[in-house]
Every structure is written in structure tokens, then in C-alpha cells.
T-cell receptor, first 109, second 115 residues
């Protein structure tokens, strides 16, 4: 079966750095997405990785290792507004998005 | 980025009525649209995938006669919840993509409350 694993909840301090991990086992791979979802709102796109390595975009970076079935989202200089759920999703061989359950990130002052 | 709109954003209805939710891609042609349901504190659950001009593909456990999906054009898909019941109360989100390898752009979601 297809499976995406990410921690249920993480807590971090304002101004700090946090890394949210995601491991996956899917039938085929056509890229991995990270989305941010604030409570009561739809997800918004953060990043897309299809090749191994690190993609940096401002305070957010995303890393992919296809051989390990592993990705992480790195958030730097955390702000209170970063409190949200972070969803990892993999595009499988049928171009269907397989979603993780999401990681709820709590930022404390 | 591309914009996807959803209407209405919030609807409250009586049990037994039908509710239609519209999803529009505003600045691109969406060959594929997706309908998700999300219960509180849970992840997105894909309900169905629809390609323009063809019948929707429903996920296991989703009743096609209860959740009618129409993808009549490259910019519009509709989800009709027929004979809604309180257990259908949820956050319904659509997304659209232009081509197979493109990211999905999400609509803002519709919160349905069935009394």
C-alpha cells in the first residue's frame, strides 16, 4: 500500500528553526509537495521537489532523498504566524497526490 | 500563482436538502479537478477526481449517487451533496491542475453544516 508518515505535532519557539520530516512509500514517484494549512482554511503551496537535494525559498527550505523515500521541510526564524499544519504529499505514478496526515506545528513565544 | 475560487464559502442547510458547490479555475484551464473532504483535525480525504468531459472517478467508500460531480468545462466543476445529513457536515475543498505534472491549486473551501 501507499503510505506517507510525518509527525502528528511539533512545538518550537519563536525565532528558532524547526525541521518537519516526511517518509513515504508509494507506487511510483513524480514529485513531493509541501503545503501549509491554517485552521479552517484550504492548503497553500509551499514547495515542490522532484530531484534530490535542497530547495530554498526564503525562510522555508525543502529537502528530498528519493533513494531513502525521505523529505523534510525546514522553517527558519519562526514567526507566530507559522503556527499551522504542514502537509506532505507525493505525486504517484498515476499523478495522484497521496497525502500525509499533516504535522501540527505550535509556535511558542 | 493560479487562482481557484469556490462558492459558497459557507452553507447551512436542513437535513434532506441538496447543496451545490462550485469550483472555478480563474486564470488557467484545469484538465483535472479534485474534490476533498476534511473533518476537524483530520487530513484531507480525496473524494473524487474529475477530468473535463468525462465521468468522475470516485474513491472507495464515496457514494457517487450522493456526491454528484460535474466537470462540464475546463474552468468549472460542481459537487452536489444530495439529501444532505448531519454526518455530511464537513469542510469541502476543491483543487485543480492544468497538466499531470503540475501542482494542484486549492480553492478556499466550503464549510457545510447540515442541521
Amino acid at each position: 500500500g501507499q503510505n506517507i508518515d510525518q509527525p502528528t505535532e511539533m512545538t518550537a519557539t519563536e525565532g528558532a528553526i524547526v525541521q518537519i520530516n516526511c517518509t513515504y512509500q508509494t507506487s511510483g514517484f513524480n514529485g513531493l509537495f509541501w503545503y501549509q494549512q491554517h485552521a479552517g482554511e484550504a492548503p497553500t503551496f509551499l514547495s515542490y521537489n522532484v530531484l534530490d537535494g535542497l530547495e530554498e525559498k526564503g525562510r522555508f527550505s525543502s529537502f528530498l532523498s528519493r533513494s531513502k523515500g525521505y523529505s523534510y521541510l525546514l522553517l527558519k526564524e519562526l514567526q507566530m504566524k507559522d503556527s499551522a499544519s504542514y502537509l506532505c504529499a507525493v505525486l504517484d505514478s498515476n499523478y495522484q497526490l497521496i497525502w500525509g496526515a499533516g504535522t501540527k506545528l505550535i509556535i511558542k513565544p | 500563482g493560479a487562482v481557484v475560487s469556490q462558492h459558497p464559502s459557507r452553507v447551512i442547510c436542513k437535513s434532506g436538502t441538496s447543496v451545490k458547490i462550485e469550483c472555478r479555475s480563474l486564470d488557467f484551464q484545469a484538465t483535472t479537478m479534485f474534490w476533498y473532504r476534511q473533518f476537524p483535525k483530520q487530513s484531507l480525504m480525496l473524494m473524487a477526481t474529475s477530468n473535463e468531459g468525462s465521468k468522475a472517478t470516485y474513491e472507495q467508500g464515496v457514494e457517487k449517487d450522493k456526491f454528484l460531480i460535474n466537470h462540464a468545462s475546463l474552468t468549472l466543476s460542481t459537487l452536489t451533496v444530495t439529501s444532505a445529513h448531519p454526518e455530511d457536515s464537513s469542510f469541502y475543498i476543491c483543487s485543480a491542475r492544468e497538466r499531470e505534472y503540475n501542482e494542484q491549486f486549492f480553492g478556499p473551501g466550503t464549510r457545510l453544516t447540515v442541521l
